[in-house]
């Protein structure tokens, strides 16, 4: 017998051209009795290979998706914030009816006929639409989510008020819609079809996977940062019953200058771990006479290598607003000598920035976290040697210019506030806070941002010590919603003041999938009304509305997944012939072909293309897409088996760092190959220093400065040419060679046998692959 | 760069302290005690202080041999290089003084005076060379004559009765016996190091030998043959001096010529029968197994004052970029087996073959991928010299 469920939507929701994202994170916002409030919520599941083998990665997605740009304002502030309480489920059951049969390998079959009013269609929103997410777009249309497992997409996670609620029992995949079988590489096109139709079929099977709670990508919240300590088993697979071994070590000591004599009392404020466990608190004695001696004869900071119970500890001990001092110790099986110094510094700018100034008892209890979010951090860098990551700089993909330059508009329209029809609340909404700047993100690579160096690498800090990068890394993020107040040292205030205390900064951090976009608001004390003072959350929902908005926007004109099809065909095609193109690149011409038919398409009615920068990209649209269909994105594949194996180009003083980003080579983290390269990296990072301390000191001291400091020497490249036996036992030559050109390191690996010429041409890739 | 080296009882009484480099100040006590105290406490809590980076390129190293705390303070300084520096000051004090007393420290003033005068220049010698010198090879000559000169030595070996024998032409070895080469390095660079720090006529010296004798005294005596060039051997307490004196003008009286033509490669350090390609500025040879080193500059391109300066790049590219451990941290060794770098000024290429590790520095108008091919000539070249094994 057939079950047949019947879903309409409800008369009252047809007139919503589109229902949201945005979670209903007021939920977790923790709001103190001074009015600061905070957020953080994050939604993600396990990571699974299958899953990220089926994503649209191919160049079909990058053809079909990428749809022609429009700004986003004719949906209107306005609108969108009063219909945003409107949000409610898209399809209701009508009429469920059983069938079932048992045949072979399957139990049970039901066939569920959704029909609609004529009336309303069962649409998304147009965003939602484009967006190559088939689990988002599943999981909006029928409040379930979908699980690849073995080639079948698995229902799971089924909410009440979904179709299928009524499947209880076991557990069910999609087999056909319209009695078209359903498959990975087809469900996406078959999402999309069914939202124009009024009705259609959908058959499930179900089927006994016993350890489909295992295998399945199971859904984590996480509603505050120390959720994520709780989840690490889940989040990135760690083994959390694992030894008491001490991985970072912390203690905060505070100097109190005794009244009554002139000597000085040192209190250990802070421990982590606790006093007991912490070797540090029993030597602090050592560390401070240390940093006493280094400071008075020397001069610096300094990092001190200890031997305790036959492991190495790096020590550093900080000095913070002369009252305070900050010892940190690094476990040496987790880092090594050379990121001592940097995570050091990494982390005290992290804290500078979270915290307004001196470490005191109400800081603790948050310090306490971010100390085991820190050690999270640095047990994933166990036998990694991770020269990239050592750096405050952004891992920067540079995209295509016209795309760059899309997302400059959508940035600089949120940023310039530049908003029709305003009324008097968003008047005030608007004039309560300034926006410093904002960035976006596919994944941890920045693609975008208009913060200023110093900005960008604080949010670089946040989201690296949050451990957002990491879950970036090894799960699969639907939803991350993040505010914070943040107490940024070094701009100058809009308010005319420089105090990080009295400035009310917060960051706000926003996430669909893989695009994850960042905001710096500063409260605005000329224009504050003091009845409203203490409603900043309700204030900073709005913006995270808009900064959903925006990512909306970007899904809708495919920017994510463009990004995705860049990253995994990599850059320009500066090392293939043209004339000789695969079927990838005819079938980007294809594609190129079809968005400028479709750009005559009246579908999509935005009115005026004036972007906030006063030019109509309409004008100039045909000229980009010709200069687009000159692009063909190539696959620069690496390995033994290629001319270049590998590149990084790092720029500390601008904050950019450049590396190859095919997803795939990104996951072979403990590849030798790439292990070596980084530790070649490292070292010819080192020389390459010393040549910008002696270009420093040369232009300063240019009288007296003589050469005869040999251990100074203005090197301009190193190379290093490594003999390395691979798997099937030959020997393979490779070079690495490190060239400074200004400030900015360029570093290449590439195969011994490459003449001259090629070697030349890796450099002119790394350099010219920005824009 | 600056180094400062201490030398502490265990109880924190100074033995010496050392400084060099420009503008470099003495430590005030309160700063040395400080250091010391330091280490003392961490070693009550059972943790082992071992080293402090501050600064730009600044190392702080604390090494506890026997009784007594080495502390080693530097600037611009690699730290093997500086760990290197305080085991041999160590090494000289065990030369010196021989491992027993050290062990059996009573009194302190007795102690320094024990050490004299020598072994304070060996120190200051050391320190003086820290950057330049390779303290973990003996500077050798590179010479045509060294195979003839080898033959005489183990005849002269046999005659005194020390299996421990060798030729200095300077202070470089030009040859010696297998004996000699058995030593541990450390060794061999400290006894040559007396010789040529001292100003004694009669060069009979009681020595311990650090890692072959740390107890038991032998001599070490130096024969002074012609201008330049001597004869050294460890031997017991016989035979005496005047003896040995006139054994050796005995027997190498009729190799004059042999010692003399070879005492002329002085300073070039490589036979005439070799050219050097024009865009060559100098070069160092390693002999990794033996532990010795031949470093030379091409006097066509060398003019002025600069000269010394240009080995000494030379051999700062050898102790930053091919004697370090940069890939330690990897959990198979890596082979390098060729490097280079490049300035405006000069450019630099080491080739590592075997045991022989070549570094040359080269003009910088010479086309990078050109030097690996110079190197591979100049090593052909230099490696067709007997001299090299001996």
Same mark, same amino acid.
């Given at each position: 017998?057939?079950n047949?469920?019947?879903v309409?939507?409800?008369?009252?929701?047809?007139?919503?051209?589109?229902?949201?994202?945005?979670?209903?994170f007021k939920d977790?916002?923790?709001?103190d009795?001074?009015?600061?409030?905070?957020?953080?919520?994050?939604?993600?599941?396990?990571?699974?290979?299958l899953?990220e083998?089926?994503?649209?990665?191919?160049?079909?997605?990058?053809r079909?998706?990428?749809?022609r740009?429009?700004?986003r304002? +004719?949906?209107?502030v306005?609108?969108?914030i009063?219909?945003?309480?409107?949000?409610?489920?898209?399809v209701?059951?009508? /009429?469920?009816? +059983?069938?079932?049969h048992?045949?072979g390998?399957?139990?049970k079959?039901?066939?569920?006929?959704m029909?609609?009013?004529?009336n309303?269609?069962?649409?998304?929103?147009?965003?939602k639409?484009?967006?190559?997410?088939?689990?988002?777009?599943f999981?909006?249309?029928f409040?379930?989510?979908i699980?690849?497992?073995?080639?079948?997409l698995f229902?799971?996670?089924? =909410?009440?008020?979904?179709v299928?609620?009524s499947?209880?029992g076991?557990?069910?995949?999609?087999?056909?819609?319209?009695?078209?079988?359903?498959?990975?590489?087809n469900?996406?096109?078959?999402?999309?079809?069914?939202q124009?139709?009024?009705?259609?079929t959908?058959?499930?099977?179900?089927?006994n996977v016993?350890?489909l709670?295992?295998?399945g990508?199971?859904q984590?919240s996480?509603?505050?940062?120390?959720?994520?300590?709780?989840?690490r088993?889940?989040l990135f697979?760690?083994?959390?019953?694992?030894?008491?071994?001490?991985?970072f070590?912390?203690?905060?000591?505070t100097?109190?200058?005794?009244?009554?004599?002139?000597?000085?009392?040192?209190?250990?404020?802070?421990?982590?771990?606790?006093?007991e466990?912490?070797?540090?608190?029993?030597?602090?004695g050592?560390?401070?006479?240390?940093?006493m001696?280094?400071?008075?004869?020397?001069?610096?900071p300094n990092?001190t290598?200890?031997?305790f119970h036959?492991t190495?500890y790096?020590i550093?001990?900080t000095?913070?607003?002369?009252?305070?001092?900050?010892?940190?110790?690094?476990?040496?099986?987790?880092v090594?000598?050379?990121d001592v110094?940097?995570?050091?510094?990494?982390?005290?700018k992290?804290?500078?920035y979270?915290?307004?100034?001196?470490l005191n008892?109400?800081?603790?209890?948050?310090?306490?976290?971010?100390?085991?979010?820190?050690?999270?951090?640095?047990?994933?860098?166990?036998?990694d040697?991770?020269?990239e990551?050592?750096?405050s700089?952004?891992?920067?993909?540079?995209l295509?210019?016209?795309?760059?330059?899309?997302?400059?508009?959508?940035?600089?329209?949120?940023e310039?506030m530049?908003?029709?029809?305003?009324?008097?609340?968003?008047?005030?909404?608007?004039g309560k806070f300034?926006?410093?700047?904002?960035?976006?993100?596919?994944?941890?690579?920045?693609?975008?941002s208009?913060?200023n160096k110093?900005d960008?690498?604080?949010?670089?800090?946040?989201?690296?010590f949050s451990?957002i /990068?990491l879950?970036y890394?090894?799960?699969?993020?639907r939803?991350?919603?993040?505010?914070k107040?943040?107490?940024?040292?070094d701009?100058?205030?809009? +308010?005319?003041?420089?105090?990080?205390?009295e +400035?009310?900064?917060?960051l706000?951090?926003?996430?669909?999938?893989?695009?994850?976009?960042?905001?710096?608001?500063?409260?605005?004390s000329?224009?504050?009304?003091?009845e409203?003072?203490?409603?900043?959350?309700n204030?900073?929902?709005?913006?995270?509305?808009?900064m959903d908005?925006? *990512?909306d926007h970007m899904?809708?004109v495919g920017?994510?997944?463009?990004?995705?099809?860049?990253?995994?065909?990599?850059k320009?095609?500066l090392?293939?012939?043209?004339?000789?193109?695969?079927?990838?690149?005819?079938?980007?011409?294809?594609?190129?072909?079809?968005?400028r038919?479709?750009d005559d398409?009246?579908?999509?009615?935005?009115?005026?293309q004036?972007?906030?920068?006063?030019?109509?990209?309409?004008?100039?649209?045909?000229?980009?897409y010709k200069?687009?269909?000159?692009?063909f994105p190539?696959t *620069?594949?690496?390995?033994t088996?290629?001319? *270049?194996?590998?590149?990084?180009?790092l720029?500390e003083?601008?904050?950019?760092?450049i590396?190859?980003?095919?997803?795939?080579?990104?996951?072979?983290?403990?590849?030798?190959?790439?292990?070596?390269?980084?530790?070649?990296?490292?070292?010819?990072?080192k020389?390459?220093?010393?040549t910008s301390?002696?270009?420093?000191?040369?232009s300063?001291?240019?009288n007296?400065f003589s050469?005869?400091?040999?251990?100074?020497?203005?090197?301009?490249?190193h190379g290093?040419?490594?003999?390395?036996?691979?798997?099937?036992g030959?020997?393979i030559d490779?070079w690495?060679?490190?060239r400074?050109?200004? =400030?900015?390191?360029v570093?290449?690996?590439f195969n011994?046998k490459?003449?001259?010429?090629?070697?030349?041409?890796?450099?002119r890739?790394s350099?010219n692959?920005?824009? | 760069?600056?180094?400062h080296l201490?030398?502490?009882?265990?109880?924190?009484?100074?033995?010496?302290?050392?400084?060099?480099?420009e503008?470099?100040e003495?430590?005030?006590?309160?700063?040395?005690?400080?250091l010391?105290?330091?280490?003392l406490f961490? &070693?009550?809590q059972n943790?082992?202080?071992?080293l402090?980076?501050?600064g730009?390129n600044?190392?702080?190293?604390?090494?506890?041999f026997?009784s007594l705390?080495?502390i080693?303070i530097?600037?611009?300084?690699t730290?093997?290089?500086?760990r290197?520096?305080?085991?041999?000051?160590f090494?000289?004090?065990v030369l010196h003084?021989?491992?027993?007393?050290?062990?059996?420290?009573?009194?302190?003033?007795?102690?320094?005076?024990?050490? &004299?005068s020598?072994y304070?220049q060996?120190?200051?010698?050391?320190m003086?060379?820290?950057e330049?010198?390779?303290?973990?090879f003996?500077?050798?000559?590179l010479?045509?004559?060294?195979?003839?000169?080898?033959?005489k030595l183990?005849?002269?070996s046999?005659?005194?009765?020390?299996?421990? @024998?060798?030729?200095?032409?300077?202070h470089r070895?030009i040859c010696?016996?297998?004996?000699?080469?058995?030593l541990?390095v450390?060794d061999?660079?400290l006894l040559?190091?007396?010789i040529?720090?001292?100003?004694?006529?009669?060069?009979?010296f009681?020595v311990?030998?650090?890692?072959?004798?740390?107890?038991?005294?032998?001599?070490?005596?130096?024969?002074?043959?012609?201008?330049?060039?001597?004869v050294g051997l460890? @031997?017991?307490?016989?035979?005496?001096?005047n003896?040995?004196?006139?054994?050796?003008?005995?027997?190498w009286?009729?190799?004059y010529?042999l010692?003399v033509s070879a005492?002329?490669?002085?300073?070039?350090?490589f036979?005439?029968?070799i050219e050097?390609?024009?865009?060559?500025?100098?070069f160092?040879?390693i002999?990794s197994?033996?532990?010795k080193y031949?470093?030379? &500059?091409?006097i066509?391109q060398?003019?002025?004052k600069?000269?010394?300066?240009r080995?000494?790049?030379?051999?700062?590219?050898?102790?930053k970029?091919?004697?370090?451990?940069?890939?330690?941290?990897?959990?198979?060794?890596?082979?390098?087996?060729?490097?280079y770098?490049?300035?405006?000024?000069h450019?630099?290429?080491?080739l590592?073959?075997d045991? @022989?590790?070549?570094c040359v520095?080269?003009v910088?108008?010479?086309?990078t991928?050109?030097?690996k091919f110079?190197?591979?000539?100049?090593?052909?070249k230099?490696l067709?010299? &007997?001299?090299?094994?001996?």
């Amino acid at each position: 017998m057939n079950n047949h469920i019947i879903v309409s939507h409800n008369d009252q929701e047809s007139d919503r051209s589109s229902f949201s994202y945005t979670p209903s994170f007021k939920d977790f916002i923790d709001e103190d009795s001074e009015g600061n409030s905070e957020l953080f919520f994050i939604r993600c599941s396990e990571k699974l290979s299958l899953t990220e083998a089926a994503s649209p990665s191919n160049q079909n997605a990058f053809r079909n998706e990428y749809k022609r740009m429009s700004l986003r304002r +004719n949906r209107g502030v306005l609108s969108k914030i009063s219909k945003k309480n409107q949000q409610n489920n898209s399809v209701k059951v009508k /009429k469920v009816e +059983n069938y079932s049969h048992a045949d072979g390998s399957l139990l049970k079959e039901f066939t569920i006929v959704m029909e609609k009013n004529k009336n309303t269609k069962l649409k998304l929103r147009k965003s939602k639409t484009i967006n190559a997410n088939y689990e988002n777009m599943f999981e909006t249309l029928f409040n379930a989510s979908i699980v690849l497992i073995d080639k079948k997409l698995f229902i799971k996670n089924v =909410s009440e008020s979904s179709v299928f609620k009524s499947l209880q029992g076991d557990n069910y995949f999609i087999k056909f819609i319209d009695k078209e079988i359903i498959s990975p590489e087809n469900i996406n096109s078959m999402l999309k079809r069914i939202q124009n139709k009024f009705a259609f079929t959908l058959t499930v099977c179900g089927e006994n996977v016993n350890d489909l709670e295992h295998l399945g990508s199971e859904q984590i919240s996480i509603s505050k940062s120390s959720d994520i300590i709780s989840n690490r088993s889940k989040l990135f697979l760690m083994d959390t019953s694992s030894s008491n071994e001490i991985i970072f070590s912390l203690i905060v000591i505070t100097k109190n200058e005794q009244e009554t004599s002139d000597s000085e009392d040192f209190t250990t404020m802070f421990s982590y771990p606790p006093k007991e466990r912490n070797f540090l608190h029993k030597l602090k004695g050592s560390f401070l006479t240390i940093q006493m001696i280094m400071k008075s004869s020397f001069s610096s900071p300094n990092v001190t290598v200890i031997n305790f119970h036959d492991t190495k500890y790096f020590i550093t001990t900080t000095v913070k607003d002369e009252t305070q001092f900050i010892i940190l110790s690094f476990n040496a099986n987790y880092v090594n000598r050379f990121d001592v110094a940097h995570h050091t510094t990494n982390i005290l700018k992290y804290l500078d920035y979270v915290f307004p100034d001196a470490l005191n008892l109400r800081s603790f209890e948050e310090l306490l976290t971010i100390c085991d979010l820190i050690q999270v951090y640095l047990s994933k860098q166990k036998s990694d040697i991770d020269f990239e990551n050592l750096f405050s700089c952004s891992n920067y993909v540079p995209l295509p210019k016209e795309i760059v330059l899309r997302m400059n508009d959508s940035l600089s329209e949120l940023e310039a506030m530049d908003y029709r029809n305003w009324n008097e609340t968003l008047i005030e909404l608007f004039g309560k806070f300034n926006i410093i700047g904002s960035c976006m993100f596919y994944k941890t690579f920045q693609i975008c941002s208009h913060f200023n160096k110093i900005d960008m690498e604080n949010i670089e800090l946040f989201i690296k010590f949050s451990c957002i /990068k990491l879950i970036y890394t090894h799960c699969n993020v639907r939803e991350i919603a993040i505010w914070k107040r943040v107490y940024p040292k070094d701009y100058q205030s809009f +308010n005319g003041n420089n105090d990080a205390r009295e +400035n009310k900064v917060f960051l706000l951090i926003l996430a669909h999938g893989n695009l994850m976009m960042s905001v710096l608001l500063e409260e605005n004390s000329f224009n504050s009304n003091p009845e409203t003072a203490m409603q900043n959350s309700n204030y900073l929902i709005y913006f995270l509305e808009e900064m959903d908005d925006i *990512l909306d926007h970007m899904n809708f004109v495919g920017i994510e997944n463009l990004t995705k099809i860049w990253i995994n065909s990599l850059k320009r095609p500066l090392c293939e012939n043209f004339l000789e193109q695969d079927d990838g690149a005819s079938c980007v011409s294809d594609y190129f072909k079809t968005i400028r038919e479709e750009d005559d398409d009246t579908e999509f009615d935005y009115g005026s293309q004036k972007s906030s920068s006063g030019f109509d990209i309409t004008e100039f649209s045909d000229a980009i897409y010709k200069d687009f269909s000159d692009i063909f994105p190539q696959t *620069l594949t690496f390995g033994t088996d290629n001319c *270049l194996i590998n590149f990084i180009q790092l720029d500390e003083s601008k904050g950019i760092l450049i590396t190859p980003m095919n997803e795939q080579d990104q996951l072979k983290t403990n590849d030798r190959m790439l292990n070596i390269f980084r530790s070649g990296c490292i070292k010819i990072h080192k020389l390459l220093q010393n040549t910008s301390k002696f270009n420093i000191m040369f232009s300063r001291e240019t009288n007296k400065f003589s050469h005869k400091s040999t251990s100074m020497m203005p090197i301009k490249e190193h190379g290093l040419m490594i003999q390395e036996k691979t798997s099937n036992g030959n020997f393979i030559d490779l070079w690495i060679i490190g060239r400074l050109f200004g =400030s900015r390191e360029v570093f290449v690996c590439f195969n011994g046998k490459t003449p001259q010429n090629m070697i030349e041409m890796a450099f002119r890739i790394s350099i010219n692959c920005i824009g | 760069m600056s180094i400062h080296l201490m030398c502490l009882s265990s109880s924190g009484t100074p033995i010496f302290t050392k400084r060099r480099g420009e503008n470099v100040e003495n430590l005030p006590f309160s700063t040395v005690a400080s250091l010391n105290g330091v280490h003392l406490f961490c &070693k009550t809590q059972n943790v082992g202080l071992e080293l402090t980076e501050f600064g730009d390129n600044g190392l702080v190293i604390w090494k506890e041999f026997e009784s007594l705390l080495f502390i080693g303070i530097s600037t611009n300084l690699t730290e093997r290089v500086l760990r290197n520096l305080i085991e041999k000051a160590f090494e000289a004090m065990v030369l010196h003084v021989g491992l027993n007393e050290i062990q059996q420290l009573i009194n302190i003033d007795c102690f320094k005076r024990d050490l &004299k005068s020598s072994y304070f220049q060996i120190i200051e010698k050391l320190m003086e060379t820290a950057e330049n010198d390779l303290l973990d090879f003996n500077e050798s000559l590179l010479c045509n004559e060294s195979v003839a000169i080898h033959e005489k030595l183990l005849t002269f070996s046999e005659q005194t009765f020390s299996p421990y @024998c060798f030729v200095l032409s300077r202070h470089r070895l030009i040859c010696a016996s297998e004996g000699f080469y058995d030593l541990h390095v450390s060794d061999r660079k400290l006894l040559i190091l007396l010789i040529t720090q001292s100003n004694a006529l009669q060069k009979d010296f009681p020595v311990f030998l650090p890692h072959k004798s740390p107890t038991i005294a032998y001599r070490l005596i130096s024969l002074p043959i012609i201008q330049g060039v001597s004869v050294g051997l460890i @031997c017991g307490a016989k035979p005496a001096y005047n003896e040995l004196e006139v054994l050796s003008q005995a027997f190498w009286q009729d190799h004059y010529e042999l010692l003399v033509s070879a005492e002329i490669n002085n300073p070039r350090n490589f036979p005439p029968t070799i050219e050097l390609d024009s865009s060559v500025i100098g070069f160092l040879l390693i002999n990794s197994r033996l532990k010795k080193y031949f470093i030379s &500059k091409n006097i066509q391109q060398v003019v002025g004052k600069r000269s010394s300066h240009r080995m000494d790049i030379l051999r700062a590219f050898f102790h930053k970029s091919v004697y370090t451990e940069d890939f330690g941290a990897l959990s198979e060794p890596v082979k390098v087996p060729e490097q280079y770098y490049t300035s405006d000024y000069h450019k630099c290429h080491a080739l590592i073959k075997d045991e @022989c590790i070549l570094c040359v520095l080269f003009v910088s108008a010479v086309p990078t991928h050109t030097m690996k091919f110079i190197s591979e000539d100049l090593l052909v070249k230099l490696l067709s010299e &007997k001299s090299f094994t001996l």
